[in-house]
């Protein structure tokens, strides 16, 4: 099913998963994906690699399984970053193949030895997508703090607009961990004409490293509501996790009550989170 069939239908729950890595045997990964299953999300997103490196050869083989015995809607991740034209339509006739009719086409981190080829930003490959592969559902990001790489968040702005306009269908937040940053964003969305369904992506922090590492890289700002939570935590790492998904609960509670187009988990591959984050939203009413 397309997701923004899922959107038009009314508020969506989805959670993120990311294919194994180094030891990890590639039947962890459906594990997981089943037991985020249970949670009954609208979709689950599978990510991919950047520059097709790495795990990404499992992305499609995953997203089959979740759609073919799971029963839950795929949405596959697609980099652009070092590739061909050629290289994305052999990974869209493997979507094609599997069934999988939903995409989040992303640019990818810069790397070593991923110089642009055929696609210098996100929008450049969605054109493609939208071109060569019509039927497809494609998702993009967006950012309500504005990309760590714009010089301000009016080029941030104009970049999702490309995106928009080259064709995307939904868009999907990075994470953010102050929902009014996100709120001051849809109300930017307004004024740029920027008319898709935003999903807010939410990310719960498990660590102090880990939330220092996603802010830097991201270029999301941490508040003082958050820190103060760290430093109560203390050395403990079980009560920073436990923190970290206290908040994000507080944070998608807020979100659904005001009435966002969907919420999106990145729960790195803990069932644990994507079912602290469900019941929370179960326990307000706002799930079946």
Not at 13 to 24: A, H, N, R
Not at 115 to 122: R, S, T
Not at 174 to 200: G, H, M, S, T
Not at 276 to 288: F, K, P, S
Request: proline fraction near 4%; glycine fraction near 8%; charged fraction near 20%.
């Amino acid at each position: 099913m397309r997701i923004t069939d899922k959107l038009a239908a009314g508020q969506t729950l989805s959670f993120e998963i990311f294919p194994p890595k180094g030891e990890m045997p590639l039947e962890e990964a459906y594990r997981i994906a089943s037991q985020i299953a249970e949670n009954k999300p609208d979709w689950i997103s599978v990510t991919y690699s950047a520059g097709g490196s790495g795990n990404s050869a499992n992305t499609v083989p995953i997203a089959a399984r979740i759609e073919g015995e799971l029963g839950v809607t795929a949405l596959a991740h697609l980099t652009c970053m070092g590739a061909t034209s050629v290289d994305v339509d052999v990974y869209v006739d493997s979507l094609n193949a599997a069934g999988i009719q939903n995409v989040l086409a992303l640019r990818g981190d810069r790397r070593p030895g991923a110089d642009v080829v055929d696609f210098a930003h996100a929008s450049d490959l969605i054109a493609h997508l939208r071109k060569t592969a019509p039927s497809l559902c494609i998702g993009a990001a967006c950012y309500p703090e504005g990309h760590v790489e714009s010089a301000s968040l009016d080029e941030s702005m104009r970049a999702l607009r490309i995106k928009q306009e080259a064709g995307a269908d939904f868009l999907v937040s990075q994470l953010f961990f102050d929902n009014d940053d996100f709120y001051r964003f849809r109300e930017q969305c307004l004024r740029y004409r920027i008319k898709l369904p935003v999903v807010a992506g939410i990310m719960p922090f498990t660590s102090v490293k880990q939330i220092q590492r996603m802010a830097f890289n991201c270029g999301a700002s941490i508040p003082a509501k958050v820190v103060k939570r760290l430093v109560r935590a203390g050395d403990d790492h079980a009560a920073q996790a436990r923190a970290g998904i206290e908040y994000a609960c507080e944070q998608i509670c807020d979100l659904a009550r005001n009435g966002v187009d969907g919420i999106h988990i990145y729960s790195m591959n803990h069932p644990e989170i994507a079912c602290a984050t469900h019941d929370a939203l179960a326990g307000m009413g706002y799930l079946g």
